[in-house]
């Protein structure tokens, strides 16, 4: 079974950069999959924010792609986030997930809440 | 990107309704959707693929049908546990948008 799990700071200050984790267990992070990230700001719905294959290549939400970085990290088995120059509006709870092509996403982290404030 | 709009945005219903809920894309997206549901403080969960296929261990009331533009999930019988937020996503090609979402309420 497959399990994923987000970490990094709760809390980010304005035109800081947010930086996040997903550690991959169950699993190789180097299989036939997409590793993504998504968000969802208070009370909203959810945005797809981009995502990274073992390769290194990458896909991203043009909304956010100057600001997102994503990565990966074969020998430690996890994923990463990057978002540069964060205002209130990222403030979101960030989740990670394991893209399966034709499927979906069909693994998901517990999600974690990042508030962006000073 | 292609946008995705679904309807209602919010619905009431009774346990053992019968319940449509309706995504559309802008534009054709085959069948490349998927149905997600969502309870408060937890991780959407992965209901339908394909626009019709059932995502193993989930329940058979569940359903979805749809090509081209136009879906719909299906709940035949509603259950406690059904009362939750859904979502549709397309995969037709990045960035891979959600629905604005539909929750279902208990009436």
């Known amino acids: 079974q497959v399990q994923l799990q987000e970490s990094g700071p709760g809390l980010v200050k304005p035109s800081g950069t947010l930086s996040l984790t997903c550690g991959v267990s169950?699993?190789?992070?180097?299989?036939?999959?997409?590793w993504g990230w998504v968000r969802q700001s208070p009370g909203k719905g959810l945005e797809w924010i981009g995502e990274v294959y073992h390769s290194g290549s990458t896909n991203y939400n043009p909304s956010l792609k100057s600001r997102v970085t994503i990565s990966v990290d074969k020998s430690r088995n996890h994923f990463s986030l990057k978002v540069n120059s964060v205002t209130a509006a990222d403030t979101a709870v960030y989740y990670c997930?394991?893209?399966?092509?034709?499927?979906?996403?069909?693994?998901w982290g517990q999600g974690t809440l990042v508030t962006v404030s000073s | 990107d292609i946008q995705m709009t679904q309807s209602p945005s919010s619905l009431s219903a009774s346990i053992g309704d019968r319940v449509t809920i309706t995504c559309r894309a802008s534009?054709?997206?085959?069948?490349?959707l998927s149905w997600y549901q969502q309870k408060p403080g937890k991780a959407p969960k992965l209901l339908i693929h394909?626009?019709?296929g059932l995502q193993s261990g989930v329940p058979s009331r569940f359903s979805g049908s749809g090509s081209g533009t136009d879906f719909t999930l299906t709940i035949s019988s509603l259950q406690p546990e059904d009362f939750a937020t859904y979502y549709c996503?397309?995969?037709?090609?990045?960035?891979?948008?959600f629905g604005q979402g539909t929750k279902l309420e208990m009436k």
């Open positions: 996503q397309h995969s037709y090609s990045t960035p891979y948008t």
């Open positions: 534009q054709s997206i085959s069948n490349f």
């Open positions: 997930a394991r893209w399966t092509t034709t499927v979906g996403f069909d693994y």
């Open positions: 394909l626009a019709l």
């Open positions: 169950g699993g190789s992070i180097s299989s036939s999959n997409w």
